[in-house]
Every structure is written in structure tokens, then in C-alpha cells.
């Protein structure tokens, strides 16, 4: 089990989010919402080198799927709303991706609900596919920021009683050392040949 999750981290990955909160409305309303992303770019974590940032693009979700989101409890368990039936809804303003979730079909999303409500639960959390390095998004080595300009789909949105657990974290933080590692490794390639190319014109000279 534990390796089918390992095996889905490979091409999922999450990210806490802004605070979830229920919306003041008459007393048999179950509405809750929030911003889950903002575009503006955001420090995710600190290396040895520095800060390392990330930043989602406003066009990177023209294309994402975002036919079938669900609304889970830490991205697991049972299925408390959904936009396919239309008791979610995500929307993308010029702020950043908004949810409005609808908890009032079930005893579990009811259960929820008063639980976000009371502020045991306040947190949130998406996962998306990242997608592929050049093609949907990029690693500026200046600003040594992650820039997401295509996100092929999302898969859910969640409420999480602890922002950031230690599989998802780490998994996360594993990705974007992925992408430093790989950047670092083309730049090694291509400064090797160039130095291959001065040789081989000195030998010519001589």
C-alpha cells in the first residue's frame, strides 16, 4: 500500500493553501470557501543555496482539467463534494483559484462542515499534475524559482487538519530538488561542451 503511494506521488503533487472558512449565511446553509492558490510567487522552501520559490501563472489553468475535482479530508477517505455534480465549484479570478464547496448531501460532509466551522479544521490542500519540465513549467536558476505555465489537471482540493504531513512534504520538497538536480546536471552537459569545443579549436590552431 505504502508503495502504490509512493508510486502516485510520482506524478501527483500537493500543496497547503490558504485558510478554509464557512460562509455567514442563513442557519441550513453548508457553504464553505476560500482561496486555495494565489498566483503572486511564494517561498516554498530553503535549501543550502537559499530560498527556493514558486509561482503558478494565471494562464497555467486555461487548459487544466478540472472536470472531475473532488472535495476529500486529507486527500483520502470519502467524497464530500464534487464539481461534477456541481456541489463544487472552482473558479479562477485575477486573485488566484477559488473554491466554494456545498456540504450539506451528506452526513460526512455535514460532519465536516461543523468541524470547519468550530475551527478544528481551517486548512487546506490541492493536488495537481505538475505535468512535464520544459513543456509545463520551468526552473529560473536566477530567481531560483518553480514557474507553472501549463498544469495539465487537477485532482482534488482538501481540508487537512495538519497543513503539510510528512509524505506530502517531503514529497514536494523531493520534486523541486528533482528539477534543481536535473537543471544542474544540463548545465554541467553543456558547460562540458563548450570546454570540448575550445579544446578542439586549440588543437586546430596548433
Same mark, same amino acid.
Given at each position: ?15 497547503d ?5 464557512t ?6 446553509s ?92 481551517n ?12 513543456? &509545463?513549467? =520551468?526552473? $529560473?536558476?536566477?530567481? +531560483?524559482?518553480? #514557474?507553472?505555465k501549463? @498544469?495539465?489537471?487537477i ?9 503539510? &504531513?510528512? =509524505?506530502? $512534504?517531503?514529497?514536494? +520538497?523531493?520534486? #523541486?530538488?528533482?528539477? @534543481? ?9 553543456e ?16
Amino acid at each position: 500500500m505504502k508503495n502504490d503511494f509512493e508510486n502516485k506521488l510520482k506524478t501527483r503533487q500537493f500543496r497547503d493553501m490558504k485558510p478554509l472558512k464557512t460562509r455567514n449565511e442563513e442557519e441550513n446553509s453548508y457553504i464553505v470557501e476560500g482561496y486555495r492558490m494565489k498566483y503572486e510567487p511564494y517561498v516554498f522552501y530553503e535549501d543550502s543555496e537559499g530560498e527556493v520559490y514558486e509561482e503558478f501563472k494565471r494562464e497555467a489553468f486555461n487548459k487544466a482539467d478540472v472536470s472531475d475535482v473532488i472535495f476529500l479530508y486529507d486527500h483520502q477517505g470519502k467524497v464530500l463534494a464534487r464539481n461534477s455534480n456541481n456541489t463544487l465549484k472552482i473558479t479562477f479570478d485575477d486573485i488566484g483559484m477559488y473554491i466554494e464547496a456545498d456540504l450539506s448531501t451528506s452526513k460526512a460532509s455535514r460532519e465536516m462542515y461543523e468541524e470547519i466551522k468550530s475551527g478544528l479544521v481551517n486548512k487546506m490542500s490541492w493536488s495537481f499534475n505538475p505535468g512535464i519540465r520544459g513543456r &509545463n513549467y =520551468d526552473f $529560473n536558476e536566477e530567481t +531560483r524559482t518553480l #514557474v507553472y505555465k501549463n @498544469i495539465p489537471k487537477i485532482y482534488d482540493v482538501s481540508a487537512v487538519g495538519i497543513p503539510a &504531513n510528512n =509524505d506530502t $512534504n517531503i514529497n514536494a +520538497r523531493n520534486f #523541486v530538488d528533482g528539477v @534543481i538536480d536535473e537543471v544542474r546536471t544540463e548545465r554541467f552537459k553543456e558547460q562540458r561542451q563548450k570546454d570540448l569545443l575550445k579544446l578542439q579549436i586549440e588543437l586546430l590552431k596548433e
